[in-house]
């Protein structure tokens, strides 16, 4: 095929040197048609531009022109140029007369963001020839070229930009679909699709040629001289007569070339019955993935934001040709009109066939109103005042256009009448056309139009939404008519909605549903911060602890918003005023100082965080984190002035938070592990600046808080703060050691301390000794240390050198000091028979923090107080773990064993069991008990180890372990399950001979036969049991108590690899069944997983499904290759099934 002579002539003139200057106005010129406020700047080489593009987002961006041959050395020169010059955008288009490898456009684009700019686009040589190829004037100004273009052309006529270089995305399969098959061929698509794209890569490749002229002789000349391949008609739908036209050519000239037509759903019958082609000739395009459609908006130009990205991936509803639309728009002109709508409903009803526009634009509006749900075409039809005829052919030639929706993708709202309910996509043509129909002013459409469309809605919820987005988007609203509609929708997703709007509505919402702050508390931290913060505040008081104190939801969501301010934008410390202005004033309100405080420490933190969801199919999420600008940071000391000031004046301060905000500054690379003293010094000096700062005011503040003080040591070293921290010595025998080195010395040094502590101690008053250490721990816990450890052992080595430890336990119990304190006392007491010990164990046996103490005395001694073990062992099902340690160590008396073991509470009695079993020696029952053992393990249920242990030892304990669990409750307990239940069944069953489990499985048959079981209860235990044997198999199915059951054993289970395991036992196993006279479809249906997991999509698992029956096609017993049959063709049917919803929630998105 011979490319159009004009075209290579133009090509060729672009080779040889060009003025300049010509050619910087002619590209000017030329490139007004992509952007429509592009101006030529002559001179302007000297500011780094020769042309400037407005798009209504601040000055002109650039265009830099060239013709030089290393065209990366003339676009660094002129963005440096256009930097110096002070030029404040940072984005530019390039053109040159060159040709560009993909690689050198690569280093341009790359170059430029080196400078931080963005290339919106690169015009090359082959991109100027086909934009010269329409211009007569330059092509005769520029090149001196006349002649006139051929009627063939690998350019098409199309109202869409045609991005230079832009390689087919997901197109793949049809683009060699149409670059393999013979003969003509008919491609599919709603408009948008790709259609023109496709056939542009065929010209581009010399696969074919464009008819772009209407005149026969000129195509029939250009045919002849030309030679295509294949001619494309392009929107086929209105060129039949073209089409003959080519036919008719094709056979009077001789010539060999296919046609390839391109059209729309709604003109492929009249367009193939013109054609005639084979059926295997036409293909139809569907609309691409959303990942897929990213990538479209990316080699656009467009890269970013997220937000942006994600808008337009929303918008284009898989169609290609309209996202690069709307890319262009918010590239080229007003990102409003993009945004706002009106660039998409322009380019639908510019797709709209020229009857009846007005209609059309109200017919689809009156369907927007219901939002995703829809309406009825008769609801609309009534209301509109419009023929239902009317209505019902202007929607089968929107269905067409992709506008109406009628895919299994939307949910299938139906009234009880069974009419269809018809929905517009996408949301934000919605919102365009309600705007533009019922909210435009004096030529809106009447108001009871609007009301009567609402209220036949099928989904207020969805109304709510389309109206809430007509308002965002510029339409005039009445406040009262959201209101009123969101609290008819009623659900979290529109009160959210609503609460993005604005502070306006945000602050609606919380003074009426205050209650629902957690649901709407992200939203509303956008909205309305100072009025959202104070509400989360309340609610992080009584919400759970995720990790500590100072860690709820409620506080997350504040910290996420605090942390996803971008830096170097005031956003970021523009939040962290708020939060901190907001904890102070709702503190000093009676506000709980320790939420306070931790929402406080959250403002005065230089970390940045923020996690994104990738704009397509949001299966990624991507967190960055950093730090602020080094300026920020600095900025940052006056908010820790401002926090500090407030601790003074609190004893009831806790620290923890305090410090958890100064790990931030003292290891900042905890936020930013990359951070590097030479690479970032400005943002290291700055917190070494602020950190210092604070940590010596910090310091200040903590004389006389030992604890404070001996955190603040770790922070004084690492920072370099010149500050002093006074420790007292006891406080410091209670907090974990600072030098961790040589921990065992350190242990040994601390053992001898507390040993002297005690010593000097022990005839002290009690309730002084107690009151002080109790003081130490409350001090050490408002700083975040942990004392309990040591106290443990510092009263064990009190209790030993005490005279009365009676007095102590009163002390203690009076404190509500920990069991573990008061046990060593109390233990003393009872030991040495000290007067009064009885009275502190009853107070104890009241007191349910105490209780375990006395559980353990009474237990380990029965005789102690015949009044004490009724009361003590009425509370052991409240310490199962107590008592498994007390008989794994030996410490109770026989008698007492038994009694746990026969205890009604399974828990207390599978604890005695184990402890028992643990005892040493390791694995021994003693005989006076093991009746009652053994009666403690029938009585429980499953998952032990040592149960299954007990087993391998035991054949007898196992096969009545397993009768027993056949005669549970069926609704108490767990259903065995050969791949799905825990070890003891199968521990169990591995330990019978064939006797006992042809015995079993008998037992179960008359279990069976009382209807004891639900039926899938039985058909487990028949599985379980039959195993592998073909002999119980096969006595399964000649016991007709179990008829339920018969093909039980025959249930396959997913393996790792996705496989259905379809081996010899299962052959074995169905030609057992098949001699009882089951059918191959009764085998195929007991075949199939009836619950499974699996990784990757679920169309890919019944695809591995249809591989393993489809081996059993080739077996020589008949009734397994009718299985293989049955099976291959229903996974089939199922994959393909399953692949179109993948399909679409791929293009679509989740609903």
């Not at 080519?246 to 056979?251: G, Q």
């Not at 620290?655 to 010094?681: G, M, R, T, V």
């Not at 700083?783 to 510092?794: E, Y």
Request: charged share 25%.
């Amino acid at each position: 095929m011979r490319q159009d002579p004009f075209i290579v002539q133009i090509e060729s003139g672009l080779n040889r040197p060009l003025a300049a200057e010509l050619f910087e106005q002619c590209a000017a010129d030329l490139l007004r048609a992509n952007f429509p406020t592009l101006v030529p700047v002559r001179g302007g080489n000297d500011y780094g531009f020769d042309g400037a593009i407005a798009d209504n987002a601040g000055e002109a961006f650039p265009l830099i022109v060239t013709t030089a041959q290393q065209a990366i050395e003339n676009l660094t020169r002129n963005l440096k140029r256009y930097k110096e010059q002070g030029g404040t955008r940072r984005k530019a288009v390039f053109a040159t007369s060159r040709k560009l490898t993909p690689r050198r456009r690569e280093n341009l684009s790359k170059r430029a963001r080196e400078f931080g700019f963005t290339l919106v686009q690169i015009y090359d040589q082959d991109a100027i020839a086909n934009l010269l190829y329409g211009s007569p004037h330059w092509c005769k100004e520029l090149l001196g070229l006349s002649g006139s273009p051929s009627a063939l052309s690998h350019v098409p006529k199309t109202a869409r930009p045609l991005i230079p270089d832009r390689q087919l995305i997901g197109r793949d399969v049809e683009f060699e679909w149409l670059r393999s098959t013979e003969g003509d061929k008919l491609i599919v698509g709603q408009p948008g699709s790709g259609k023109t794209y496709i056939l542009h890569e065929l010209a581009s490749q010399k696969l074919g040629l464009f008819v772009v002229s209407e005149d026969q002789t000129a195509i029939a000349n250009a045919i002849r001289e030309q030679k295509p391949l294949a001619v494309f008609v392009d929107d086929a739908g209105g060129e039949l007569k073209l089409i003959a036209n080519l036919k008719y050519l094709r056979s009077t000239i001789n010539a060999h070339f296919s046609i390839v037509a391109a059209c729309w759903p709604s003109d492929e019958a009249h367009v193939a019955q013109q054609l005639d082609p084979r059926d295997a000739n036409s293909r139809h395009l569907h609309p691409l993935t959303r990942d897929q459609i990213v990538e479209v908006v990316k080699q656009a130009g467009l890269e970013g934001p997220n937000e942006l990205v994600r808008y337009i991936v929303d918008q284009a509803v898989g169609l290609p040709g309209l996202a690069i639309t709307l890319a262009r728009h918010c590239l080229e002109g007003p990102l409003r009109k993009v945004v706002r709508g009106s660039a998409l409903k322009r380019e639908f009803l510019r797709l709209v066939k020229p009857t009846s526009k007005g209609n059309t634009e109200a017919i689809l509006a009156g369907f927007s109103v219901g939002g995703e749900a829809g309406i009825e075409m008769s609801v609309v039809a009534e209301a509109l005042d419009i023929p239902l005829p009317e209505v019902r052919n202007t929607l089968t030639r929107l269905a067409m256009g992709g506008v109406i929706v009628d895919s299994s993708h939307m949910r299938p709202y139906r009234r009880y009448s069974g009419e269809r309910a018809i929905a517009v996509q996408p949301a934000i043509l919605r919102y365009a056309l309600v705007r533009d129909v019922f909210f435009s002013g004096l030529t809106s459409l009447p108001k009871q139009i609007l009301n009567e469309l609402i209220d036949q809605a099928h989904s207020i919820a969805e109304v709510a939404e389309t109206v809430m987005g007509v308002s965002v988007y510029d339409g005039d609203i009445p406040e009262t008519l959201l209101q009123d509609l969101v609290e008819r929708a009623g659900d979290v997703e529109t009160f959210r909605r609503y609460v993005s709007i604005g502070r306006r509505q945000a602050q609606w919402i919380l003074e009426r549903h205050p209650e629902m702050i957690l649901d709407v508390g992200a939203s509303a931290l956008g909205s309305a911060p100072m009025e959202a913060i104070p509400l989360l505040l309340k609610a992080a008081v009584t919400a759970p602890r995720l990790l500590h104190r100072g860690d709820s939801e409620p506080l997350r969501l504040i910290e996420r918003w605090t942390f996803s301010g971008k830096p170097g934008t005031g956003e970021a410390l523009y939040r962290r005023h708020i939060v901190l202005e907001s904890a102070i004033r709702w503190l000093n309100h009676g506000g709980d100082i320790d939420i306070a405080m931790s929402a406080s420490c959250i403002a005065v933190s230089p970390a940045y965080k923020v996690t994104a969801i990738d704009p397509g199919a949001g299966n990624t999420f991507t967190t960055t984190t950093g730090l602020l600008t080094p300026d920020e940071i600095r900025q940052l000391q006056s908010l820790w002035d401002k926090l500090v000031r407030t601790i003074p004046s609190r004893d009831d301060l806790s620290w923890a938070p305090i410090f958890n905000a100064l790990d931030c500054w003292a290891y900042p690379q905890s936020l930013l592990p990359s951070l590097n003293e030479e690479k970032h010094a400005e943002t290291c000096q700055a917190i070494s600046e602020v950190a210092v700062e604070v940590v010596e005011v910090l310091a200040s503040l903590a004389h006389g808080k030992s604890a404070v003080s001996l955190r603040l040591m770790d922070y004084i070293e690492v920072t370099g703060a010149k500050a002093y921290s006074e420790i007292n010595e006891i406080m410091s025998l209670f907090c974990p050691d600072r030098d961790g080195l040589d921990w065992r010395a350190s242990s040994r040094r601390r053992d001898r301390n507390l040993s002297q502590l005690a010593s000097n101690w022990h005839k002290r008053p009690s309730e002084q000794v107690v009151a002080e250490v109790t003081a130490i721990a409350q001090e050490a816990l408002q700083a975040g240390i942990t004392t309990h450890p040591w106290m443990i052992s510092f009263y064990e080595k009190l209790s030993w050198l005490v005279e009365n430890s009676v007095p102590w336990c009163w002390s203690l119990i009076n404190q509500n000091a920990h069991a573990k304190y008061v046990a060593p006392f109390l233990q003393r007491a009872v030991a040495d028979s000290i007067q009064g010990w009885t009275e502190v164990t009853f107070a104890c046996l009241e007191k349910p923090e105490y209780q375990v103490l006395v559980v353990r005395l009474a237990l380990e001694d029965p005789d102690l107080e015949p009044r004490l073990f009724p009361g003590a062992f009425a509370l052991v099902a409240h310490f199962p773990e107590d008592i498994e340690e007390l008989c794994r160590r030996g410490l109770l008396p026989l008698n007492v064993l038994r009694l746990l073991l026969e205890h009604e509470d399974n828990y207390v009695a599978i604890g005695a069991a184990r402890g028992e079993w643990r005892s040493d020696p390791y694995g021994r029952v003693r005989e006076s008990v093991s009746e009652s053992w053994r009666l403690a393990v029938l009585r429980y249920g499953t998952k032990e180890s040592f149960i299954e242990e007990s087993f391998k030892v035991d054949f007898d304990l196992a096969r009545s372990w397993l009768l027993a669990r056949m005669k549970d409750d069926p609704s108490t307990y767990l259903l065995p399950h050969p791949r799905k239940t825990d070890g003891t069944f199968i521990v169990a069953l591995q330990v019978q001979n064939a006797n006992s489990r042809a015995s079993l499985l008998s037992e179960l048959a008359e279990l069976a036969s009382q209807q004891y079981h639900y039926e899938h209860t039985n058909q487990g235990w028949a599985t379980l049991i039959v195993g592998d044997s073909r002999e119980l198999q096969r006595q399964l199915l000649k016991d007709d108590r179990l008829r339920d059951c018969h093909l039980a054993p025959l249930r396959r289970y997913v393996s790792d690899e996705n496989h259905i395991d379809l081996d010899a036992i299962w052959e074995q196993f169905a030609l057992l069944a098949f001699g009882e006279g089951y059918t191959a479809e009764q085998i195929f249906t007991a075949t199939l997983p009836n619950a499974y997991s699996s990784s990757g999509s679920e169309s890919a698992l019944y695809s591995v499904w249809s591989d393993d029956f489809e081996k059993l096609l080739s077996h020589e017993e008949y009734v397994i290759q009718q299985v293989g049959e049955l099976g291959h063709q229903w996974t089939k049917k199922e994959r393909d099934k399953l692949a179109e919803e993948e399909r679409l929630e791929a293009t679509y998105g989740r609903s």
